[in-house]
């Protein structure tokens, strides 16, 4: 079973560093001790109007940042260059406070991040910083406010020539814009378009990647490397056609090698859940 050259590049190509976890699979990624150094109080602010919204957002951010505790998706990619990749940002209870979702969307070249920010598990501001290929000298944010039911209540936006420009010009309103968090949700939990079935196995100078997705054609993948010595894989290894299409559970993380190369590394794998 081979996969692209191109698939492959793509692949190993990331936007984050993090450690990856998988929110249906493992436990989210931190350090007790130095977690416990930087932990820092988040404020849960009345949303009542557009200061406030934005307040909460900020105190998500810093409390993000301080403490560091995050659950991801694999990055996935289909032959199109279309590229996902999910980060949920986790409280004490393992609640989701912040989802940040970096996406390149194909056919309208749009390129960039969404952040959904959410609040007794209910989102209250998306912030969208984005630019299109096509046009790498346009970049846009977009922010909307929403009321606990889901409605948009407003959305404004802006237009610079680069992210550091796009903060010395004022926000205009717009027409009301909903940022559908569902994909996200897909993305992260592994379902549907994201579902991990085993799709082969692709070589390189940098070593060997188990490539996993959805079946069929115009699919979003993942690759990930392996280690040829791991007993699950030699067993997949001896008959592809076999397991081909089948459901695969993963444990994995995210490596960044002094050269600059970021890849996945596949840490344990199971036909049954863990």
């Given at each position: 079973m081979q996969v692209s050259k191109r698939?492959?590049?793509?692949?190993?190509?990331?936007?984050?560093?993090?450690?990856?976890?998988?929110?249906?699979?493992?436990?989210?990624n931190q350090d007790d001790k130095s977690v416990s150094k930087r932990k820092k109080a988040l404020i849960v602010h009345h949303l009542k109007d557009e200061e406030s919204f934005d307040k909460q957002a900020s105190e998500i951010d810093?409390?993000?940042?301080?403490?560091?505790?995050?659950a991801s998706s694999l990055d996935y990619t289909k032959e199109n260059d279309a590229f996902i990749h999910v980060d949920a940002h986790l409280d004490d209870?393992?609640?989701i406070l912040l989802i940040e979702e970096q996406f390149q969307e194909p056919f309208d070249g749009e390129i960039g991040v969404r952040k959904y920010y959410l609040q007794k598990g209910k989102i209250f501001k998306?912030?969208?910083?984005?630019?299109?290929s096509k046009n790498a000298q346009t970049f846009i944010e977009r922010i909307s406010y929403y009321a606990p039911n889901g409605e948009c209540l407003k959305?404004?936006?802006?237009?610079?020539?680069s992210e550091i420009i796009l903060e010395k010009i004022p926000f205009n309103a717009v027409p009301k814009f909903v940022c559908n968090v569902d994909r996200a949700m897909r993305a992260l939990n592994q379902e549907k378009e994201f579902?991990?079935?085993?799709?082969?196995?692709?070589?390189?100078?940098?070593?060997?990647?188990?490539?996993?997705?959805?079946?069929?054609?115009?699919?979003?993948t993942s690759a990930l490397k392996i280690d040829?010595?791991?007993?699950?894989?030699?067993?997949?290894?001896?008959?592809?056609?076999?397991?081909?299409?089948?459901?695969?559970?993963?444990?994995?993380?995210?490596?960044?090698?002094?050269?600059?190369?970021t890849y996945q590394r596949l840490l344990k794998a199971s036909w049954e859940k863990f």
């Open positions: 698939k492959f590049v793509f692949y190993v190509v990331s936007l984050s560093v993090l450690f990856l976890t998988i929110v249906s699979a493992c436990k989210p810093s409390f993000v940042l301080a403490y560091g505790k995050v209870n393992d609640k998306t912030r969208e910083v984005f630019h299109n959305t404004k936006e802006r237009t610079g020539s579902r991990i079935t085993f799709q082969g196995f692709v070589k390189s100078k940098d070593g060997e990647f188990i490539v996993v997705g959805e079946p069929g054609e115009d699919t979003y040829p010595k791991d007993s699950f894989i030699q067993e997949i290894q001896k008959d592809q056609l076999k397991y081909l299409n089948g459901t695969i559970y993963l444990q994995y993380e995210k490596i960044r090698e002094a050269s600059g190369l």
